[in-house]
Every structure is written in structure tokens, then in C-alpha cells.
């Protein structure tokens, strides 16, 4: 089993900042990325947008064509914990966001996923 721990959601006024914290654990000896997705309003979570992902195998970075160059994802292996660094936030950022973990960046829809965080952006 494995569990996924994510903080740091709250309510930020638009052009602020918040970072997400995600903290793994159990049996995590056979993934190898972990990243983001998320949820906006009305939309199903099957629906969620990849938001940011890192395969720490090659240092491979990815990220959703929404939040480049506002968005940076990071991860402290010896705390087996990624973070995602969001600044300039935007309304249309206000979604739930789920941390997951998988074999790869490509597949990361299909690993775990922790519970959700909630991010809302006032304009």
C-alpha cells in the first residue's frame, strides 16, 4: 500500500503564491515519478489536467502547457517528498490538486493518487 500525503492547498488572491507539499509512503521501492493533477470545478476527476511530473531516474521534468513558467515541481528524495512551487496564480488555477505516484511520468494517471488538496484563486 502506499500513501500519499498532500498539504499546502488554501485560498491566495490572484498573482500570489502557494506550494504544495506531497509526502510518500509504503511501498514506494518500484516507482520511480511522482507529480500533480488536478480537478477544476465541475469536471469529474477522471477528467483531471496534469499539471507537473518528475522521474527521478533521470531527473525528467514535465509540465502541462497551463502552468509552464509559472509552476515548478521539485522533489527532496531523502524525504521522499515532491513539491509544486505555484506562482503567478491565475482564477482558472482554482481546482483540487492530487498528488500521484507512478513508474513513469507518461503513466502517472494510472499509479496512486493521494486524497487532494483544495487551491482557490480569487480574482
Sequence with gaps: ???LVESGGGLVQAGGSLRLSCAASGRTRSTFAMGWFRQAPGKKRQ???FVAGVDWRDGDIAY???VKGRFTISRESAKNTVYLQMNSLKPEDTAV?????GDDIATLY???WGQGTQVTVSS
Excluded at 97 to 101: F, K, Q, S, V
Aim: hydrophobic share 20%; net charge negative.
Design 1 to 3: 500500500q502506499v500513501q
Design 47 to 49: 477528467n483531471s489536467e
Design 64 to 66: 502541462g502547457d497551463s
Design 97 to 101: 490538486y492530487y498528488c500521484n505516484l
Design 110 to 112: 494510472f499509479g496512486s
